[in-house]
C-alpha cells in the first residue's frame, strides 16, 4: 500500500524535500499526503510497518523525514521506528493518541526526533515537519565528522584512519593527502592542486614530494599495485581516489522488502479533489 506524490509545481524551483507516511488510516493517511504535497514536498506514503520499512531502505539517499504512527498492523511503530533509526538518521516524528504518555516516553528513547499528539492540528502538524527537515538540511551541510572508504575510516576530528580496524601512523601531509582525495572519491587532483592543499600556496615545493608522499602512503594502505587499491595514479596528470568494489546489499534489501508492484494506491484527494476531513482531526485555532 506504497504511493509516491509529487507536488504540481514548484515555484521556487528547490528541490522537494521527501517525506514518508507511515500510517494505517486511509482517510488521515491520503489527507497528510495532500496537504504535505500541497506544502510542496515530495510525498510517499505506506499504509503499514513492513511496507514502510522497504520504502525508508528504497529512498534512504532521499528521505529527509519520517512521520510514523505507533499503532500499526503488523510490524508495529515502535519496531519500525526502532528498525529506521538502526541504518539512518533521517528525523522522525510520531504519530501518538490522546493519553498515551508512555508511548511518547517509549518513542523519544527509541529515537523519535518529535511527537504530534492525537488529535492535531493542520498548522501545528506542518510546522513540526517544516522544523525536522530544516534540522536535517543543517545537518547535511555540515562536514562530515567520519568518512568511510570501504574497509577504510577516516576520524576526522581526531585525525585517526583505521585499515580493517587497525589504526594507521601516518605523516601529517600523509594524512592530508588522504583526506584530500578520499573528501572526493573519483576526482582527478593535479599535483599542484595537491601541494596547494596539503602543503599551503605560499610554500615552494617540487611537485615530486607529492609523488613520495603518495608512495608512502600506499604502503600503509598495503597497497602493492598501482592499478589496485585507493590511490590511482592518473599519467601525466595526478591521483584520485577509487572507491573500493564491495558487494552489493541493495540486491538482497530489494529481495527481503515487500513487493510493492501490486499494492493498491492511496488517493491524494477526495472525491471532488479535496482531502476527507477524518471526525479526530483537530481544528486549528484561527
Request: aromatic fraction near 6%; charged fraction near 25%.
Amino acid at each position: 500500500m506504497g504511493q509516491s506524490s509529487w507536488p504540481s509545481s514548484r515555484a521556487t524551483g528547490i528541490e522537494a524535500a521527501t517525506v514518508l507516511v507511515i500510517e494505517d488510516d486511509p482517510t488521515l493517511r491520503s489527507t497528510l499526503t495532500y496537504n504535505l504535497s500541497k506544502d510542496g514536498y515530495r510525498v510517499l506514503s505506506a499504509g503499514d510497518g513492513e511496507t514502510g520499512l522497504a520504502l525508508a531502505r528504497r529512498e534512504a539517499e532521499t528521505l529527509d523525514l519520517v512521520l510514523l504512527d505507533l499503532m500499526l498492523p503488523g510490524i508495529n511503530g515502535f519496531e519500525v521506528l526502532r528498525q529506521i533509526r538502526a541504518d539512518s538518521t533521517v528525523p522522525i516524528l510520531i504519530l501518538t493518541a490522546r493519553g498515551e504518555e508512555q508511548d511518547r516516553i517509549d518513542g523519544l528513547e527509541l529515537g523519535a526526533d518529535d511527537y504530534v499528539v492525537k488529535p492535531f492540528s493542520l498548522r501545528e502538524l506542518l510546522a513540526r515537519v517544516r522544523a525536522g527537515v530544516r534540522r536535517r538540511a543543517v545537518l547535511a551541510a555540515q562536514p562530515p565528522s567520519v568518512l568511510f572508504r570501504g574497509h577504510l575510516q577516516i576520524e576526522l576530528e581526531s585525525r585517526r584512519v583505521l585499515l580493517r580496524g587497525e589504526e594507521l601512523h601516518l605523516r601529517p601531509k600523509e594524512y592530508g593527502l588522504l583526506c584530500s582525495l578520499a573528501m572526493e572519491p573519483g576526482k582527478v587532483f593535479s599535483r599542484q592542486a595537491l601541494l596547494d592543499k596539503v602543503w599551503g600556496t605560499d610554500v615552494i615545493v617540487d611537485e615530486r614530494t607529492v609523488d613520495v608522499h603518495i608512495s608512502w602512503l600506499r604502503a600503509k594502505l598495503g597497497e602493492g599495485s598501482l592499478e589496485d587499491g585507493f590511490i590511482r595514479t592518473m599519467y601525466g596528470i595526478g591521483y584520485r581516489f577509487v572507491l573500493p568494489t564491495v558487494p552489493d546489499e541493495s540486491a538482497d534489501q530489494h529481495a527481503r522488502a515487500v513487493n510493492l508492484q501490486g499494492a493498491s494506491a492511496d488517493t491524494a484527494a477526495g472525491q471532488n479533489g479535496a482531502p476527507v476531513r477524518p471526525s479526530y482531526w483537530r481544528k486549528s485555532a484561527s
